[in-house]
């Protein structure tokens, strides 16, 4: 198993551009998550998804947008890149029981200019 | 959802045992502790967790107290790769709310 996958490892965005940040699994695990670290600090969930077709809000959602077609994908949409989205950005997933742990993605670094 | 209280950073010299506590005195009957840690510009890798007893795992320990206000991460015999930072978590409930929500955790550094 490659476990969890991101893409880009590295973007630079002008202010007011668009992306979308890749994740896959191929674990088939239920649950997936979104979260962003800014310098020095610790991760904060941006959006979270339980199964296919099901997405929730996490703490700090404003900015962002997912959808989660399949089990394997959840990407993460920036329609209007600002400054204050520079991060870096980790993927996780997990199987559904309660005791199980996430696994993390290796992190897509982002600068917006 | 519980909240965790952890030192911001410690030192521990290479060789000797680390052990990181964590407060968590909200903590619910049904919610695990969780231990991960993230060296440096990597993903968060768990390292172990526990409901009530005590666990020990290869990676390291876990002492819950027995009022389960607090915990201790114990790693027996710390080495330069240790260094990292560790989140202490304490599990929301299952479910549609199944999220986990870090803290800025406990910056630790080994010292040769």
């Known amino acids: 198993n490659a476990g969890v996958t991101q893409t880009p490892k590295f973007r630079i965005l002008k202010i007011g551009q668009s992306m979308t940040l890749q994740c896959t699994q191929d674990m088939n695990h239920n649950y997936m998550y979104w979260y962003r670290q800014d310098p020095g600090m610790g991760l904060k969930l941006i959006y979270y998804s339980v199964g296919a077709g099901i997405t929730d809000k996490g703490e700090v959602p404003n900015g962002y947008n997912v959808s989660r077609s399949t089990t394997e994908d959840f990407p993460l949409r920036l329609e209007l890149a600002a400054p204050s989205q520079t991060s870096v950005y980790f993927c996780?997933?997990?199987?559904?029981?309660?005791?199980?742990?996430?696994?993390f993605g290796p992190g897509t670094r982002l600068t917006v200019l | 959802d519980a909240k965790t209280t952890q030192p911001t950073s410690m030192d521990c010299a290479e060789g000797r045992a680390a052990n990181l506590p964590c407060n968590h005195s909200?903590?619910?009957?049904?919610?695990?502790v969780y231990w991960y840690r993230q060296i440096h510009s990597q993903g968060p890798q768990y390292i172990i967790h526990g409901l009530k007893n005590n666990e020990t795992n290869e990676m390291a320990s876990l002492i819950i107290t027995e009022d389960r206000k607090s915990s201790t991460l114990i790693l027996p015999h710390a080495t330069l790769r240790d260094t990292a930072v560790y989140y202490c978590i304490v599990r929301v409930p299952q479910g549609r709310d199944d999220k986990i929500i870090f803290g800025k955790g406990t910056r630790l550094h080994i010292l040769p």
């Open positions: 909200t903590i619910s009957g049904n919610e695990y």
């Open positions: 996780a997933s997990k199987p559904p029981g309660a005791r199980d742990t996430q696994y």
